[in-house]
Every structure is written in C-alpha cells, then in structure tokens.
C-alpha cells in the first residue's frame, strides 16, 4: 500500500510557472508508474503526464506537450510536475496517482490504485 500526498498548488496569472509535489508513503514507488491527472467541475479526470519508474520514460498529453515537465526524485521518493506557460484552461484540481498500468494504459485513470487527494491550481488574471 503505498500513500500519495501532492502540494504546491495554488493561484497564479497566465504565463507563470509552479510545481506540484507527489510525495510517496508507505512504501516506494519502484515498479509504478507515476502519473498526473486533472480534473473540472462535472468532468471526467484528464490524463496530464506519467513516468515509468523503472526506465524512466515519460508521457504527456498533447495540451500539455512542451509546457509540463514530469519528474522524479529518487532520494525524496517524489514525483513533480513543472508546468510552464500556465494558462487559464489549466486550471483543475490536479491528482497524483501510482498504480501498475501497463504501456497502452498509461493514460487511463482506471489503471492506477492508489490516488493522491488533489492539489488546486488555479490560473486567472
């Protein structure tokens, strides 16, 4: 059983940057692959980006592509997400999320068990 727990979210203006922490308890997160989602009011979660721990791989959504960063810090067993050039269609609740998903399904939610409790990123003018 692992525990997530994100942070750094918060309110920003268009064209900032910020960094979300996903801290891991519990046990590591060797063997997961390590994800971001984000989620509106009334809409189903969004995959944003992951990270496969074992080699290191990274995926990102084509909304995000070259502003998002995923990232990983092996002493500190955490995962970051670097997001750039903020605009206001990023705002969401934004979840960290570790599970066993395998290459075709590291986009879907459904394949991850263990979930963070979000982490709100706004971004307004």
């Known amino acids: 059983q692992v525990q997530l727990a994100e942070s750094g979210g918060g309110l920003v203006r268009p064209g900032d940057s910020l960094t979300l922490s996903c801290v891991a308890s519990?046990?590591?997160?060797?063997?997961?692959?390590v994800a971001w989602f984000r989620q509106t009011p009334g809409a189903e979660r969004e995959f944003v980006a992951a990270?496969?721990?074992?080699?290191?791989?990274?995926f990102s959504s084509d909304s995000v592509k070259g502003r998002f960063t995923v990232s990983r810090d092996n002493a500190k067993n955490a995962v970051y997400l670097q997001m750039k050039n903020l605009k206001p269609e990023d705002t969401a609740v934004y979840f960290c999320?570790?599970?066993?998903?395998?290459?075709?399904?590291?986009?879907?939610?459904?394949?991850?068990?263990?979930w963070g409790q979000g982490a709100q990123v706004t971004v307004s003018s």
């Open positions: 999320a570790a599970g066993t998903p395998i290459l075709s399904t590291m986009t879907q939610s459904r394949a991850y068990s263990y």
């Open positions: 519990g046990r590591t997160f060797s063997g997961y692959g």
């Open positions: 990270l496969r721990w074992g080699n290191s791989n990274t």
